[in-house]
């Protein structure tokens, strides 16, 4: 089965509304080798007919889009403040099974059993009116920087019904959830859109610095915009300005869901859960698209990723910084501009020749930077005693450099490992961490950003049916044990190589 997303050429689609399916485009369907085909119709069909397929829809298979989460290397918090900041994708990823439902099903369903989300909406009485009017409405390459405070207070009614029964605390994660993704389907599509389920999983912990927001909003924002068709591609011989252009647009969208959930965010998180690899990264204006440098060659750094499993919220950290800035105007900004130089100085590092990542020395380097970082951001107040903790364990040991990654206040740390340790005091380490409640997570850095599976069909060497592949049955997703049940099913790699069928736009010219 090599079947892939349908392709419609940017030129053909750069004047459609996406409010409302574009019927030329509707008859758009899939042929063998991932191309669209001129009448669209006749070859779906005989392909459909061929690999006889249950469809949910006559137009739309099952299909599924995953992104990755992401480390901040260098120049969190300072990064929503105008400074640079170095990120890299990590290979903890989320997974959005899209389900269209049939013509007669008029409801728009949220099932994100990951935070216990169960949620149903009937599409006809989403506000429509507000969201289409010629004022507000938007189109899918649109730059949307700000969130309209109308379109936000419209949601409001459809957010206020969710979970009714559950927790405060808990209803408030629903409803951030629920509000970025209403917001990206309302603006994005219109009262026509097809009846569709949404189901998500995601191996990436909760709140910990690893932007599992971002990855989630990256997959709804691709999600929508291959339901709208506005997407060509992901496929092989796709020339790589072109990608560059559908990757920019699942971005723009990906970060208005972002400002949804954070409220101030600096867009490095989407950025680098769409693109991928590794990326230096500064928003100067926020009336304009971020400057975006990736770094194709970043090298494979040897990082001890902790969870402290301590809960935090990003827009609390991110708005503890700003008010400690606003009181305290020169030197906060004296301390941006300090986490600026590391950063820069980093990247000129790792930029040069000599670098070699396998030395003590250039680590010995990198690693200083991570802990001026670490004890700048200490000083905005972004740090926590669990956070504290893991540094005072690996620097009693000596066993290399540790600062926190992401928003602080709890979450993650990163460690750049010495390569001169003995495997003893590694596991020395291990089973403090242990005893004292943090998980760690082996990962590698740089893999690849938003990746698409059209249709939901994998080959996993298990109940494959005589095409060899096996459609990604609902339930079978949802029950998937843990987060190795998930890798197992649907997961992007197996066995370390890239799994057949999932397809990513390749943005890189060399
Ligand atoms: N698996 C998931 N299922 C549903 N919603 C999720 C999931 N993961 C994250 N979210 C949403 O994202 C929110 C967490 O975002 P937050 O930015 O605080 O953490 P993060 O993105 O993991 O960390 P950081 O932004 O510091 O990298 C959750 O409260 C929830 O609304
Ligand atoms: C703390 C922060 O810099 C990184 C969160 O991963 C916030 C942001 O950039 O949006």
Redesign the pocket.
């Known amino acids: 089965m090599t079947t892939s997303v349908p392709s419609t050429p940017d030129s053909a689609i750069s004047d459609m509304s996406v409010n409302g399916f574009h019927d030329g485009v509707e008859k758009l369907s899939i042929n063998g080798n991932g191309h669209t085909n001129g009448n669209g119709h006749a070859a779906g069909e005989t392909q459909r007919r061929k690999t006889n397929r249950k469809q949910s829809n006559a137009m739309m298979p099952a299909f599924m889009v995953s992104a990755p989460?992401?480390v901040?290397v260098f120049g969190?918090h300072a990064v929503v403040h105008g400074k640079a900041a170095i990120a890299a994708s990590i290979s903890l990823r989320?997974y959005l099974l899209v389900t269209t439902l049939s013509k007669s099903r008029r409801t728009v369903s949220l099932r994100?059993?990951?935070?216990d989300?169960a949620h149903t909406w009937n599409i006809d009485e989403l506000p429509w009116d507000i969201f289409q009017h010629p004022s507000k409405k938007k189109s899918y390459y649109d730059l949307v920087t700000t969130l309209d405070p109308d379109l936000l207070a419209a949601l409001q009614p459809h957010l206020a019904e969710i979970s009714p029964h559950k927790s405060e605390d808990l209803r408030?994660?629903?409803q951030?959830?629920a509000r970025?993704f209403l917001y990206l389907f309302c603006s994005l599509g219109s009262q026509k859109f097809p009846g569709c389920l949404y189901t998500?999983?995601?191996t990436?912990?909760?709140?910990?610095?690893?932007?599992?927001?971002?990855?989630?909003a990256v997959c709804e924002s691709a999600a929508l915009l291959l339901q709208l068709r506005t997407l060509s591609g992901p496929h092989p011989d796709q020339p790589p300005e072109e990608a560059r252009l559908q990757v920019e647009r699942i971005n723009r969208w990906a970060f208005v869901a972002?400002m949804c959930?954070?409220g101030n965010?600096s867009g490095v998180?989407n950025t680098v859960a769409t693109q991928g690899k590794a990326v230096v990264f500064q928003r100067t204006d926020y009336g304009k698209p971020p400057s975006v440098r990736p770094l194709w060659d970043f090298p494979e750094l040897p990082l001890l990723l902790v969870d402290t499993k301590q809960p935090?919220?990003?827009?609390f950290?991110v708005a503890k910084v700003a008010k400690l800035r606003d009181t305290h105007p020169k030197l906060v900004g004296s301390l941006l501009e300090s986490i600026d130089r590391v950063t820069r100085s980093a990247n000129e590092l790792i930029d040069d020749d000599d670098f070699d990542s396998e030395e003590l020395e250039s680590l010995r380097k990198v690693g200083e930077l991570m802990s001026i970082n670490h004890g700048l951001l200490v000083s905005l107040g972004v740090s926590h005693p669990r956070l504290e903790r893991v540094r005072e364990l690996v620097d009693h040991e000596g066993l290399g450099w540790t600062k926190l990654?992401?928003?602080?206040g709890g979450?993650c740390s990163i460690t750049l490992m010495r390569p001169d340790v003995s495997r003893e005091k590694w596991d020395r380490l291990e089973q403090r961490l242990d005893a004292e409640g943090y998980s760690k997570f082996e990962t590698i850095l740089g893999g690849d950003g938003v990746g698409v599976l059209w249709p939901a069909v994998l080959k996993n060497g298990m109940d494959e049916d005589e095409e060899g592949g096996m459609e990604i049955d609902l339930e079978n997703f949802l029950n998937a044990p843990g987060n190795d049940g998930v890798e197992k099913l649907v997961g992007v790699h197996s066995g370390g190589a890239e799994r057949e069928g999932w397809k990513f736009w390749r943005v890189e010219s060399h």
């Open positions: 989460g992401k901040i969190e989320s994100f059993p990951d935070i989300l408030k994660i629903h951030n959830s970025s998500l999983r995601s990436i912990p909760i709140g910990a610095g690893l932007g599992s927001s971002a990855s989630i972002e959930m954070h965010p998180d935090k919220s990003t827009a950290e990654t992401g928003a602080g979450g």
